[in-house]
Nanobody, 120 residues
Framework: QVQLVESGGGLVLAGGSLRLSCVAS????????MGWLRQAPGKQRELVAL???????SYADSVKGRFTISRDNAKNTVYLQMNSLKPEDTAVYYC??????????????WGQGTQVTVSS
């Protein structure tokens, strides 16, 4: 069983930055694929960024060039640095972990989420 705890959300003005953190426990962190997803009111949950167990990253088109996902295996932590935030980035952001190491599957574990609100 993997436990995930997110932090770092909050209220920020458009153009500002936030860094989300997610601490994982209960598994060999370095073997997991880790991702950040978000869900805005009335919308489906979408994958924002993913980092595989070997450090390969991928991003949604809507955040490319603005968001950066990274991982610190020594701290069992994955980060999402969000720059140039826009009001449309407003959502609950969830951390996810998958023990396949390469993608987020139906067996992925989820955190409780952290709210990010971008004000114009």
């Amino acid at each position: 069983q993997v436990q995930l705890v997110e932090s770092g959300g909050g209220l920020v003005l458009a153009g500002g930055s936030l860094r989300l953190s997610c601490v994982a426990s209960g598994s060999v962190f370095s073997r997991n694929a880790m991702g950040w997803l978000r869900q805005a009111p009335g919308k489906q949950r979408e994958l924002v960024a993913l980092v595989t167990r070997i450090g390969s990253t991928s991003y949604a088109d809507s955040v490319k060039g603005r968001f950066t996902i990274s991982r610190d295996n020594a701290k069992n932590t994955v980060y999402l640095q969000m720059n140039s935030l826009k009001p449309e980035d407003t959502a609950v952001y969830y951390c996810a972990a998958d023990q396949t190491g390469w993608a987020l599957t139906r067996d992925a574990y989820w955190g409780q989420g952290t709210q990010v609100t971008v004000s114009s």
